[in-house]
């Protein structure tokens, strides 16, 4: 079983593998899982040795929470890290719909909506130890910047303390948010005390912006990142989309660029993209959500693989990558 390095979530006392388990897939809301398959992605990552596993109530509208709750549950628990999500709440739905699962998702990120989160998260997982809840999903990215206004005064003025207050009682050990954009980050390192945040797609071999406002602040202030999305929705591992789309031709252009580096070098676009956000400070994990079990284990040679500096260089040299950007080695 291999043996991954472990960093700290914030100054909190949590560890986490630095490879970790994203179940945003495996829940079946984009493409089919089935029960099993989704069980056995979580298996398989605990049979490598990971010891971090990420879901929220979202991904698979309850399922991925009740699969990794079923996987999970014999394991011996201070060994592995669970992180879930708070801000949507789940109600039954009246459509008829039955897959995933048969709710619709409401959107409530108040003092009262996230106490609720959580109580229903334990119930879904059938576990007794959340040990992170991230705020998932607020900001104009997701809402729009009329409603998101709502969003984050309701977090910046109530929600937050239902945080602190499951931080304070040791509900759950650390606390953060889980988003697709840098800046509503930006904006809620301005009101809260934070552990953690986990920023998908964003902070990527493809695309670097970050380290020039909230990576500097996330050291200042002692907040992690895990990187979720280091594939950036599957472009940089051979397929056409990137931000859970159809990737414009720009994005296709410089992937191109980005993977002739690669290819000059005799490595796999994908180890390099893996490998690359962890050299980071603030970074103390990497969260790809495989689809399958036979993706993950087919995945774990990529980030062992050897990447020569002069890989890192060229890509500085041909301006694509960011010339602050910290890199392996």
């Known amino acids: 079983m291999p043996t991954w390095e472990k960093r700290k979530v914030g100054r909190t006392a949590l560890e986490v593998t630095t490879l970790g388990l994203g179940t945003a897939t495996m829940g079946g809301t ?22 971090y596993v990420d879901t929220a109530p979202f991904y698979g509208i309850g399922a991925a929470e009740h699969r990794v709750g079923d996987a999970l ?3 011996p628990r201070d060994e592995w890290v669970l992180g879930t999500k708070v801000g949507r709440l789940l109600r039954p739905t009246k459509e008829g719909r039955i897959e995933p699962m048969p709710f619709d998702v409401i959107y409530d990120y108040s003092y009262d909506g996230i106490m609720r989160s959580v109580e229903d998260s334990f119930q879904r997982l059938g576990l007794a130890r959340i040990d992170m809840a991230l705020v998932h999903d607020i900001g104009v990215y997701q809402h729009g910047a009329e409603v998101n206004a709502i969003h984050i005064k309701a977090l910046r003025e109530s929600g937050y303390r239902a945080l602190e207050e499951l931080r304070r009682t040791k509900v759950v050990s650390a606390i953060g948010i889980g988003v ?13 005390d934070w ?3 986990l920023l998908a797609g964003r902070y990527t071999l493809l695309e670097q912006g970050p380290l020039d406002d909230l990576l ?10 895990i990187v979720g999305g280091p594939l950036n929705s599957g472009i940089l591992a051979g397929r056409d989309t990137w931000n859970y ?8 252009e410089r992937v191109g660029r980005i993977r002739a580096v690669c290819d000059a070098h005799a490595v796999p676009l994908p180890a390099a993209a893996l490998q690359f956000p962890l050299a980071h400070p603030a970074v103390c994990a990497v969260i790809p959500g495989p689809r399958t079990a036979a993706e993950f284990t087919e995945n774990l040679p990529l980030f062992t693989q050897a990447i020569p500096a002069g890989l890192w ?11 602050d950007a910290p890199v392996p080695g």
């Open 30 to 51: 984009r493409v089919k899982v089935t029960r099993q398959q989704g069980e056995d992605s979580v298996t398989a990552a605990w049979d490598a040795g990971v010891r």
């Open 73 to 75: 549950r014999d394991k």
């Open 180 to 192: 697709n954009e840098k800046e509503v980050l930006i904006e809620a390192l301005g009101f809260g």
């Open 195 to 197: 552990d953690a945040f």
């Open 216 to 225: 500097p602040m996330c050291v200042a202030r002692g907040t992690s990142i």
């Open 245 to 252: 789309a159809a990737a414009p031709a720009e994005v296709v």
């Open 313 to 323: 260089s060229d890509l500085r040299s041909e301006g694509l990558m960011h010339p």
